[in-house]
């Protein structure tokens, strides 16, 4: 149980264009996902917490007109990083946590590279 | 501030010489400490969940234990598919979770 898949796992792309990265709880219901950046050979750092229906909260220094987050439903979270440049590279993760417990269980993450 | 390290920041054992992890926190309040293993260009894979001082779990050959300081990951008798880094996770009450650096752990056959 407790599986969170996301899609795509690896994406390239041109700079200045925009890339959506999926995230789904495949087996119970997720009332927050969270949305991770890690740089290679460092630790996750976290962008922001969407809750289902509302708002995401932005991590200080995360701009959130740059990486839009939506949660529409109880299984699906999107990040979309708009206008991407070759500093938006990195692996991003999500992970998805139940309305009844505190652990977060993350996906495989996906690595963008902007050209 | 809250704050969690981890120690030691790399570490290389021989196939089947046990050692240790340390997770060290600072929180107001802990609501939950967590333990994830992390394959190179994989997300974190959970492994405990430790909620309060005294409390241990096991899980193969890992065993997680708790104090009001910190934690430690015991790896008994460990194998090469071992090797990964390992994460350290505090939740506190206000809901914040934070990441410890993490621990790359190399098992040499």
């Known amino acids: 149980g407790a599986v969170v898949s996301q899609h795509p796992s690896w994406v390239i792309c041109k700079s200045g264009t925009s890339v959506k990265i999926e995230c789904r709880s495949l087996?119970?219901?997720?009332?927050?996902m969270f949305w991770y950046r890690q740089f290679p050979k460092q630790s996750l750092m976290l962008m922001a917490t969407s809750n289902e229906g509302s708002k995401a909260t932005y991590e200080q220094g995360v701009e959130k007109d740059k990486f839009l987050i939506n949660h529409a439903s109880l299984t699906l979270s999107t990040l979309t990083v708009t206008s991407a440049h070759p500093e938006d590279s990195s692996f991003y993760i999500c992970?998805?946590?139940?309305?009844?417990?505190?652990?977060?269980?993350f996906g495989p993450g996906t690595r963008l590279l902007v050209l | 501030e809250d704050q969690v390290t981890q120690s030691p920041e790399a570490l290389r054992l021989q196939e089947g010489e046990s050692s240790s992890l340390n997770c060290s926190y600072t929180v107001s309040g802990l609501r939950g400490l967590f333990w994830y293993r992390q394959d190179p260009g994989k997300g974190p894979e959970f492994l405990f969940t430790l909620y309060s001082a005294g409390e241990e779990k096991e899980k193969e050959r890992l065993k997680a234990t708790l104090t009001k300081k910190e934690s430690f990951l015991h790896i008994t008798a460990p194998k090469p598919e071992d090797s990964a880094t390992y994460l350290c996770a505090v939740q506190a009450f206000d809901d914040k979770v934070i990441f410890g650096p993490g621990t790359s752990l190399s098992v040499i056959p």
């Open positions: 992970s998805a946590r139940a309305e009844t417990g505190e652990t977060q269980y």
């Open positions: 087996d119970f219901q997720a009332t927050t």
